[in-house]
């Protein structure tokens, strides 16, 4: 019932960009908050960026911001992660996740996962 894949990864220079995407289904008219989180290999999965379906609020990391750019399609259920300037650093699987949480950013507080996606930033 709640299950998607991220999508959108791939190979990329640095400084180049991507967009990644999730079409989310299963959740109705409810509004929620969509999370974008990555893991680095031999890290922790951090959180990057968060949006609110209800009112488009956005929140971003510090280490991302000005550089990555959330934004839902409401009428499709799908959210993107606009991703400029990339870095070596930025390498990571990228997944999206559902949830309402309390304190966006922090993984426990999002209940539902998707698939995630690869994106590795390499000359």
């Known amino acids: 019932m709640f299950s998607w894949q991220a999508s959108g990864g791939g190979l990329v220079q640095p400084g180049g960009s991507l967009r990644l995407s999730c079409a989310i289904s299963g959740f109705g008219s409810v509004a929620y908050g969509i999370g974008w989180f990555r893991q680095a290999p031999g890290k922790a999965r951090e959180g990057v960026s968060h949006i609110s379906t209800s009112d488009g609020r956005t929140l971003y990391a510090n280490s991302v911001k000005d550089r990555f750019t959330i934004s839902v399609d409401n009428a499709k259920n799908t959210v993107h992660l606009q991703i400029n300037s990339l870095k070596p650093e930025d390498t990571a699987v990228y997944y999206c996740?559902?949830?309402?949480?309390?304190?966006?950013?922090?993984?426990?507080?999002?209940?539902?996962w998707g698939k995630g996606t690869l994106v590795t930033v390499s000359s």
């Open positions: 996740a559902v949830g309402w949480p309390s304190i966006p950013l922090i993984e426990s507080e999002y209940d539902y």
